[in-house]
């Protein structure tokens, strides 16, 4: 399978365009995971530092309909309820009543924080779950004019990427 590698044009904290190649890691597994019906790619994952601000980063980002091909992160085991857990009471201690969760992948959060109650809450995640009474899906990714059409009062950043490279929003 071909892909192409989008080059990161300016700094994500400062926008200046003098990044600075650092160290590359050849071959490097796109996918943190194994799964039998994931393939395996891999690419020059490529480091980079901005001259103005010094911001470490990365040089090249991957085609994202390749890297969320599957879904790839269950968030399993102790460290990741434990996380769950502290994120929810942070969200429930200072979310308003219509919530847009970016990257909620298979809607863990979305459940444990819209657990008997009735907020408007939404996922925006590429990859089509299951529906439930927690959340809405919105099938796709995370895209600039669902937070300014619908006017969410508290949008959380779980698990991001954006599909047009917006600043801020791509590692």
């Known amino acids: 399978v071909e892909f192409y590698m989008i080059d990161r044009r300016?700094?994500?904290?400062?926008?200046g365009t003098g990044i600075e190649h650092l160290y590359?890691?050849?071959?490097?597994?796109?996918y943190m995971g194994a799964k039998k019906t994931q393939s395996e790619y891999f690419f020059d994952q490529k480091w980079g530092i901005c001259n103005?601000?010094?911001?470490?980063?990365?040089?090249?980002?991957?085609?994202?309909e390749l890297l969320y091909e599957t879904p790839h992160n269950p968030a399993l085991g102790r460290t990741w309820a434990k996380h769950n857990e502290e994120y929810c009471d942070f969200i429930i201690r200072n979310c308003?009543?219509?919530?847009?969760?970016?990257?909620?992948?298979?809607?863990?959060?979305?459940?444990?924080?819209?657990?008997d109650r009735n907020l408007e809450y939404f996922v925006c995640d590429k990859h089509e779950y299951?529906?439930?009474?927690?959340?809405?899906?919105?099938?796709?990714?995370?895209?600039?004019?669902h937070a300014n059409t619908y006017g969410y009062d508290t949008i959380?950043?779980?698990h991001v990427c954006h599909k047009r490279n917006i600043q801020g929003f791509c590692p």
Request: hydrophobic content about 35%; charged content about 25%; glycine content about 10%.
């Open 10 to 15: 300016s700094c994500v904290v400062c926008q």
């Open 24 to 30: 590359s890691f050849e071959k490097f597994p796109m």
């Open 52 to 64: 103005d601000c010094g911001c470490i980063q990365l040089m090249e980002l991957c085609d994202l």
């Open 96 to 115: 308003g009543e219509s919530i847009l969760e970016i990257g909620g992948g298979n809607g863990k959060l979305a459940k444990m924080v819209n657990k």
């Open 130 to 145: 299951e529906p439930t009474e927690e959340y809405n899906l919105i099938p796709e990714f995370f895209d600039l004019d």
């Open 156 to 158: 959380i950043s779980s």
